[in-house]
Nanobody
Framework: QVQLVESGGGLVQAGGSLRLSCAASGRTSSIRVMGWFRQAPGKEREFVARILWNGINTYIADSVKGRFTISRDNTKNTAYLQMNSLKPEDTAVYYC????????????WGQGTQVTVSS
C-alpha cells in the first residue's frame, strides 16, 4: 500500500504562484509514476502532469504547459507541482496519484488540496 498526502494549497491572486507537495509513504518502492490531477466544481477530473518516479521523463497538460512544472525528490519521497502565473480557471481541488508496478492505471490517490485563484 502507498499513502499520499498533499499540501501547499491555498488562496492566491491571479498571476501568483503556489507549490504543491505530495508526500508518499508505505511501499514507495512500488511507485512507477506520480501524477497530478485537478477537479473544478461541476467539472470532470482533469490530468495536469506526471513524472516517472525513477526517471526524468515528465509530461505536462497543454492547459498548463509553460506555467506548471512537476518534479520529485526521491530522498524525501515527495513530488511537487510548481504553479506559476496562476489564473482563476486554475481554481480546483488538486490531487496527486501514484501508479504502481502492479497496475495499469493510477491506483493510489491523495485526499486533495484546494487551490483558489482570485481575479
Amino acid at each position: 500500500q502507498v499513502q499520499l498526502v498533499e499540501s501547499g494549497g491555498g488562496l492566491v491572486q491571479a498571476g501568483g504562484s503556489l507549490r504543491l507537495s505530495c508526500a508518499a509513504s508505505g511501499r514507495t518502492s512500488s511507485i512507477r509514476v506520480m501524477g497530478w490531477f485537478r477537479q473544478a466544481p461541476g467539472k470532470e477530473r482533469e490530468f495536469v502532469a506526471r513524472i516517472l518516479w525513477n526517471g526524468i521523463n515528465t509530461y505536462i497538460a497543454d492547459s498548463v504547459k509553460g506555467r506548471f512544472t512537476i518534479s520529485r525528490d526521491n530522498t524525501k519521497n515527495t513530488a511537487y507541482l510548481q504553479m506559476n502565473s496562476l489564473k482563476p480557471e486554475d481554481t480546483a481541488v488538486y490531487y496527486c496519484a501514484a501508479l504502481s508496478d502492479y497496475s495499469s492505471q493510477y491506483d493510489y490517490w491523495g485526499q486533495g488540496t484546494q487551490v483558489t485563484v482570485s481575479s
